[in-house]
């Protein structure tokens, strides 16, 4: 019987203490609900001093400069002269929290007003709006001054100054989103936020007629909190990033723990930053693949260079090369060739093979003598350029990934993808997979060369 007592408390105590953890993090909203409800009422009661501690500090230089700004030289109240009451009609948050646990963003929100002002003709009913926002004290301030006793409607309340506008996040179905104005380059959307659970995700291509174009840190990163520990809850097992995405920042998919399989268009210009861990601790995932866009260094535009020859010798599969390339020389007639170069700091050359590796930018000439008569010969001349980094890569991007099996890299140079501080810590089992024609530049270049054994090419 006792036994039994106990199991009931401790359960009874389990509970108490699961409900304190989990309804945590809500006092900020509804403290912020309260103060603006306070400004009304002091609207209301005509309380200019509860007029100024809904904006200010009593402690502050700004509160008694509030007061004094608004009585007269009688010691009469001025703020509230033609106001005959204040209701708010509706009240909502922009952003209500953060979705971190480590960090605090400013707050925003706004609220459809009803007044009525007094007139010649006597009361007159209007409505508008008034937008506010919290800094990290949690002090509420308007985004501009407010006007609530103009007679001219557009004058009436406030507008969004340039911090709310580019700030705010706003909801699209299960996305929360930021809308960024740019001037320069267009404006764009930043997904800030997944709030639903679904099992399949499409980020959409556009929000609001604009391209989304950032998925931002922790976007993805959905949890429940118990006894102040951060449990991952994400249901995401696979997730369309669009065409669209150029940045997948810190974090952004951090302990999606049923995540199987990404692929990152080719339209992504960065994953990761200062921290990384883009996809971190996501334990399911199976296949990574990784697009870049190298069509105008290696499409089919590509042009080869003749070579030059007195002897009746042909050199075939010439171009000029990035550095870290490699290619095949041939001779046209199927003639035994040595092959030999004047600037071998620039590029190698396989004596035998006529294979050719960049090695640094600048220029060389590649000699292909005759076998049986080493005076006859044919030379082309070859430049190395550097290599454009097309994607920028944080090493640690796909840390604690202990699910990896296969990462398929679509892009010709391993030095199109700027990795080169440390590389990418990829278990053993990990198999990666490069464009055909592509393993020995992996296999040469001294991020990949760890995983030489692991380098498989594409059919």
């Not at 993808?417 to 440390?422: E, F, L, M």
Request: proline share 3%; with cysteine; hydrophobic share 35%.
């Amino acid at each position: 019987m006792e036994e039994s007592k106990m199991k009931k408390i401790l359960l009874l105590l389990f509970v108490m203490v699961f409900t304190l953890a989990f309804s945590s993090g809500c006092s900020e909203e509804v403290g912020a609900k309260d103060l603006w409800d306070a400004y009304v009422e002091a609207i209301n009661n005509k309380d200019l001093d509860g007029v100024a501690r809904a904006f200010y500090s009593t402690s502050s230089t700004a509160y008694p400069r509030f007061i004094s700004e608004n009585t007269d030289e009688e010691g009469n109240t001025t703020y509230f002269d033609g106001i005959v009451s204040l209701k708010t009609d509706s009240f909502e948050y922009s952003l209500q929290s953060d979705v971190t646990t480590n960090k605090k963003w400013e707050k925003y929100a706004s609220a459809h007003i009803k007044a009525t002002l007094v007139t010649d003709d006597g009361p007159e009913a209007k409505e508008f709006d008034v937008y506010f926002l919290s800094g990290e004290e949690d002090a509420w301030n308007f985004t501009a001054p407010v006007n609530i006793t103009s007679y001219e409607e557009e004058e009436l309340g406030n507008k969004p100054n340039d911090t709310w506008i580019q700030r705010v996040i706003r909801i699209y179905g299960d996305f929360k989103y930021k809308y960024v104005y740019d001037v320069a380059n267009g404006d764009y959307v930043t997904i800030v936020q997944y709030t639903g659970n679904d099992k399949n995700v499409e980020i959409p291509t556009e929000i609001d007629g604009v391209p989304v174009k950032v998925i931002k840190s922790y976007a993805f990163y959905k949890y429940i909190r118990f006894l102040n520990i951060g449990i991952a809850t994400s249901n995401v097992q696979k997730v369309t990033i669009p065409y669209t995405i150029e940045t997948i920042e810190d974090y952004a998919f951090y302990q999606c723990k049923k995540l199987q399989t990404v692929i990152i268009p080719n339209s992504v210009k960065t994953i990761g930053g200062n921290t990384g861990l883009s996809f971190a601790s996501c334990r399911s995932l199976k296949t990574i693949t990784i697009n870049v866009d190298d069509s105008e260094m290696y499409g089919d535009s590509q042009e080869t260079i003749a070579s030059t020859s007195t002897d009746d010798i042909e050199i075939l599969g010439a171009r000029n090369m990035y550095v870290g390339d490699i290619i095949q020389l041939s001779e046209a007639s199927g003639k035994l060739i040595y092959w030999t170069v004047n600037n071998p700091d620039v590029v190698s050359v396989d004596r035998d093979k006529g294979i050719v590796t960049a090695i640094k930018n600048g220029s060389a000439t590649i000699t292909a003598s005759l076998a049986a008569d080493p005076t006859k010969k044919a030379t082309v001349k070859i430049t190395i350029s550097a290599c454009p980094v097309l994607l920028v890569a944080s090493s640690n991007s796909f840390d604690r990934c202990s699910g990896l099996e296969k990462l398929i890299l679509n892009v010709v140079n391993p030095n199109c993808i700027n990795t080169s501080v440390t590389k990418f810590r990829l278990s053993t089992k990990v198999m990666i997979y490069v464009p055909k024609g592509s393993a020995e530049m992996y296999k040469n270049n001294s991020v990949w060369s760890t995983y030489a054994e692991q380098i498989y090419e594409l059919d």
